[in-house]
């Protein structure tokens, strides 16, 4: 087991990956300061793991909220299904939240812990190569609106993130991808290196080989908690982990919630900022086909919907959280490893790319 | 006009208290960084004062929500309506939302504010005495369960806030009797010379005197103030201004929301208080007969309604923020100006009390 540290003062956590350590009492029972806890997972992980970690939380006062499974029901009304849950079973502010499920889960259990009674204590215990090396660690939290995705939430954080990489044998392939497109992104970002071992290892990644597997978390966990600790509310340099975001929350908004996977649309969605990128010389095009190249090769589609028509992309990217007053931001790639934000692309590029993107779909 | 200052190092923030204030485009302009902004007012205050506060703001772009009036739209659909209104509008995480109204609008505002987005500016002009006194100023924001009153919330603090004594003329009887109850809780739980200045100015306050309003809203923001700097996350001393909280949340929640006016529950909720202190020899006979005066003095409920029976009471009771871990704890009083949290309280005492309450009912 490998343990990292998410370094915020007082809101410092550490970060567990490994094998088998979902049903290590010891890794969650130092986080619990109360007797009470409300596990919240979904239909389709609570069958798998659920007696597990039940088993390191006996003599505890423990009720379960077991969601339906799906991007669209990271709602505020299934927020409130949870509150409902803790009022009914007379939670108080003593009780911790734990989130045993993908990214959806993780979301909104966050979401619910920052608000219950005005915030109590949760625990992240991610169960998709997706949540484990993105959407558990850093804070974030929330729920989805008709109108934009991630659009109504909290930066709270978690007291503990238990990352077990045996949780994903049981993921289908589709999942696993989505999960590898994040991991991609920390490489577009700001490390060509694990880029470049991604490259060489994705056969390795896709084929679930464990040690690979835990490599790619632990890389990845380790610069989201560089990028969290230095900028824990997006005010400079983590708007660089919505590289793709933009274009992705845009497909997945047009399309209807799960419809497409995260990890897909963002895939999809970082595959138009490099070609935009080139588009504006930032970028050279062997490096537009080198991302390309891996996208394909982790199973990860490259062409947004023809569905969602040019106009249309640009009226739901325009009420992404990184736009000031009114101005569009994205964010682009200089090169494999280097990423920046910027409003100062070329519009017409932006359209030309979109209306092109439409004819290869 | 006088300035208080609410200490949060870098969160901290003016209270300006002042005669025709409202309309002084120098106080709210510094804190509107943004181009745009989104007012939230009610039916009953929009009428009143939005034209005088869209003066303030010209040259913004201003997009407004007006909510129905009463506590029964203190939800999480309504502020679901705030956060539909801001995406429609396009407005992004450079936006200032402002709170123009009472604690409903208030609290609701500044709830969508903590959550839109992940967090944007939010100003508070109250227009009610008790919003003015407690509610708008602390940074306690949520809104109400079916099964428990401000069970869904955030910490989260204001710009500045904007309290203008002039909007106190149009507040009905019933509303400033109401904020009254707030004011007589801070000579309770910590200002005795103040609950004594209380007893002799009531009249002075029931008819609207000016300068007895402005002295009676400054000495509480200043006490506020202070509790809120020394524990903003109520870890401590802040629950204290719970007092009469508890039972009067039993009150609201029994009786549907709306019905009793939250200022007319806490008022009644403070006699019961006081009453149990006494029972538990606690508190003099003498201090809950002054507490009683001053209130039926200020046209206040002292008796909880006859329909709520006393195991209802408990029950309801038993969710209350302050219990831990199962205990129920209040907030009791040792003297006039001098209060504590406790558990170790006789529930028989409780009960007693809450069954003869309602026998004066």
Redesign the interface.
């Known amino acids: 087991m490998k343990t990292l540290t998410v370094s915020l003062n007082d809101r410092s956590y550490p970060i567990h990956i490994g094998n088998q350590i979902v049903s290590q009492r010891d890794l969650i029972r130092p986080h619990i300061s ?3 806890v409300m596990l919240v997972s979904n239909e389709t992980i609570a069958p798998l793991y659920l007696d597990k970690i039940m088993h390191s939380l006996d003599g505890l006062d423990v009720a379960t909220t077991i969601l339906p499974d799906g991007e669209q029901y990271k709602t ?1 009304d299934t ?2 299904r949870i ?2 849950e803790l ?2 079973q ?1 939670h ?3 009780t911790t939240l734990i989130a045993l499920g993908g990214g959806v889960v993780g979301d909104i259990t966050g979401f619910a812990a ?6 109590v204590p949760f625990i992240q215990i991610p169960t998709t190569l997706l949540a484990q090396v993105d959407s558990s660690v850093g804070g ?1 939290t ?1 729920v989805n ?4 995705k991630n ?5 709270y954080q978690p007291q503990v993130v238990i990352a077990d990489t045996s949780t994903l044998r049981t993921l289908d392939d589709r999942q696993l991808s989505a999960g590898i497109a994040e991991i991609i992104k920390y490489g577009l970002i700001r490390d060509a290196e694990f880029f470049e071992w991604l490259e060489k290892n994705i056969s390795a990644l896709l084929e679930r080989d464990e040690p690979s597997l835990s490599y790619a978390i632990l890389r990845s966990c380790q610069n989201k908690a560089e990028i969290v600790a230095a900028d824990e ?2 005010i400079g340099q983590r708007a660089l982990l919505n590289l793709g975001h933009t274009f992705g929350h845009a497909i997945e908004t047009g399309m209807g919630y799960g419809s497409w996977l995260h990890g897909e649309a963002v895939a999809t969605g970082m595959l138009m900022a490099a070609e935009l990128s080139a588009r504006c010389n930032m970028l050279d095009r062997a490096s537009v086909d080198r991302t390309r190249n891996l996208l394909i090769k982790s199973r990860l589609p490259i062409n947004p919907p023809s569905s969602i028509k040019p106009e249309q992309f640009l009226e739901l990217m ?9 101005t569009l931001r994205l964010v682009l790639l200089r090169d494999i490893g280097l990423a920046e934000i910027s409003e100062k692309f070329s519009h017409d590029h932006l359209k030309a790319m979109l209306h092109d993107c439409q004819q290869q779909a």
Chains 1, 2 share one sequence.
């Not at 920052?114 to 915030?119: F, L, N, P």
């Not at 659009?151 to 930066?155: A, E, K, P």
């Not at 325009?318 to 009114?326: A, C, L, T």
């Open positions: 109360g007797n009470q505020l927020t409130n509150f409902t009022l009914q007379r108080n502010r003593s920052a608000c219950y009674q005005r915030g974030k929330g609106h008709m109108l934009g659009m109504i939430g909290t930066f509310h997006e325009s009420v992404d959280k990184k736009n000031i007053d009114g």
